[in-house]
């Protein structure tokens, strides 16, 4: 008799056991997926004269201006490569840039100085607002570079100033 009282008290455990997993398993399955939380691509980081700015402190969005599929993505990853951080990327199809852009308020900005020196001399800087995080950059069908210039390491910056950076933690 005690062998039979024995496994049906490991039989009772093991079934409440095998309940409980089963009660927990369901509402782990049926509990709503979680939220997607949008964090900023890049934040206002102030950057002291006389220090340095680096490309991994610069956030770059790039966006295509021609009609190549593909031409934006493509230069974004030479330039993740070459250390900036990844803003955004899109089409600007209405864009009237030839070559290659770079559209911001601040061109005298030392990050602007420093993702300028990655392009062609022949990089138009215009003066208006840019349509991504970071330092706007815009590339058309005669864009057809495969790599980037050879920049500097880092720039000088003279004045206080803010730099559109990639967010911390």
Not at 69 to 84: E, N, Q
Not at 86 to 91: A, I
Request: aromatic share 6%; net charge negative; glycine share 10%.
């Amino acid at each position: 008799m005690v062998d039979a009282a024995r496994t049906t008290m490991t039989l009772a455990v093991l079934g409440a056991l095998v309940l409980l997993a089963a009660v927990w398993g369901w509402n782990a399955a049926t509990e709503p997926l979680p939220a997607k939380v949008d964090s900023a691509v890049c934040v206002d980081t102030a950057v002291e004269a006389g220090s340095q700015l680096y490309p991994q402190q610069v956030t770059v969005s790039i966006y295509n201006g021609g009609r190549r599929d593909g031409l934006a993505g493509r230069t974004m990853r030479l330039f993740v490569d070459a250390g900036f951080a990844e803003g955004t990327s899109g089409n600007a199809a209405s864009a009237k840039v030839r070559k290659v852009a770079i559209w911001t308020t601040e061109p005298e900005s030392p990050a602007v100085q420093l993702v300028a020196g990655y392009l062609p001399d022949d990089a138009e800087i215009e003066r208006r607002d840019g349509i991504g995080a970071g330092i706007t950059i815009v590339v058309g069908d005669d864009y057809t570079t495969t790599r980037l210039a050879k920049g500097e390491k880092s720039v000088a910056v003279e004045s206080d100033t803010e730099v559109c950076s990639p967010p911390v933690g």
